[in-house]
C-alpha cells in the first residue's frame, strides 16, 4: 500500500478542465472525474448553488427560468470567478470526505496560453477554496508527463493535448517548453461543429448533450472508406414547424461538420513543426507526435495527422487522464520537476 504520508496526505493535483475536472490525491491517484458544470439558483440577486459536477450536468438545457446550470471555465480558464470557487470547493470537500482537514497544497494545470490575469483568477480560486499554497503547471508539460514521454532528456517531443477548450501543440526538451501554441479549439468547439452542420443541413436543432453524444458514438476525422459508414437515430426539434423531431446522422456528415475543426488541430501541428529547431525537429520525425486528451478519442484522427504530417502518430494509453497524471505526478516528483512548477512566491 502507500507510505503513511501517502494516506494521509491532502495534497493534490487539479486538471481544472472546461469540459471535466480531475482531482488526484498524492499517493491515491485520479479519485474524481466530474464535469465542470455548476447549478444555481438567482434569488434576491444573490447565486445559490444547488449541483455540482454529474448532477448538474444531468440539468444542462434542462433548468426552468430560476435555476441555471453553467460551465464556469471556458477555453480552459475561468469565466465565471465566484462560481468556479464554489466547484473547486465542492471537489475537495468531496474527495476527502470530511469537513475538517489540513489546508492542502494544491497544483493546477494551466493552458500554456493562459494570461497572467487568467493565472491569477484560477490560483485565487483555488487559495480563496482553502489550498494552502497553490502551483500552476503549464498543461503541455503534465501532458507530456502524464503520456510517460522522456521530457526530461535532451531530446524533442510533441505532445498535442486536445481539450474541451483549448488543444495544446507543444515541442518539448529538458523539461520545458521549446515552442507551445494554444488553440482556443477543442471537444466543445467539435460539438459546436455538429450543431450548426444539422441546424444548416436538416433544419434541426439539437442541445449540447445530443452533439456530445454522436461525437462520442460515431465522430471521426476521415470519411468513411465505404459510403456513409455508421449511422445513428437523433432527436431534435424541426426549425421549419418548430416540432420535435427524428432523423439519421452517418458518419461521412459527422466527418464533413468535423472537418474545419480537424483542420485546425493539423495546422497547429503543421505551424509547429516549422518553427521548431532543425535537431529538435528531426528528434520529432524519429519519436512522431503524442495524442492526449478527451479530443484524441476521436475516430482517425491520428490516421488523418499521420497522413496530413507524414508522421508517427499515437494516442496516449489513458489520454482522457493525461494531464490530471502529469499534474499529479508533478506533485509526487515536487523536488525534480520544482523548475515546472509556478508557485509564484
Partial sequence: MFGLSGLFSSDMAIDLGTANTLVYVKGKGVILNEPSVVAYQVKDGQKKALAFGEDAKLMLGRTPGSIQAIRPMRDGVIADFDVAEEMIKYFIRKVHKRTTFSKPKIIVCVPHGATPVEKRAIRQSVLSAGARRAGLIAEPIAAAIGAGMPITDPTGSMVVDIGGGTTEVAVLSLADIVYAQSVRMGGDRMDEAIINYLRRQHNLLVGEA????????????????????????????????????????????????????????????????????????????????????????????????????????????????????????????????????????
Avoid at 287 to 307: F, H, N, P, W, Y
Fill in 210 to 345: 445530443t452533439s456530445e453524444r454522436i461525437k462520442k458514438t460515431i465522430g471521426t476525422a476521415r470519411m468513411p472508406d465505404k459510403g456513409r459508414g455508421a449511422v445513428m437515430t437523433i432527436r431534435g426539434r424541426d426549425l421549419l414547424n418548430g416540432v420535435p423531431k427524428e432523423t439519421e446522422i452517418s458518419q461521412a456528415q459527422v466527418a464533413e461538420a468535423l472537418a474545419e475543426t480537424v483542420q485546425q488541430i493539423c495546422d497547429g501541428v503543421m505551424t509547429a513543426l516549422e518553427v521548431t529547431p532543425p535537431d529538435l525537429a528531426a528528434d520529432i520525425v524519429d519519436r512522431g507526435v503524442m495524442l492526449t486528451g478527451g479530443g484524441a478519442l476521436l475516430g482517425d484522427l491520428d490516421l488523418e495527422l499521420r497522413e496530413k504530417t507524414g508522421l508517427a502518430v499515437s494516442v496516449a494509453d489513458e489520454s482522457l487522464n493525461c494531464v490530471a497524471i502529469g499534474t499529479g505526478k508533478a506533485l509526487e516528483y515536487e523536488a525534480q520537476l520544482a523548475h515546472v512548477i509556478d508557485y509564484d512566491s
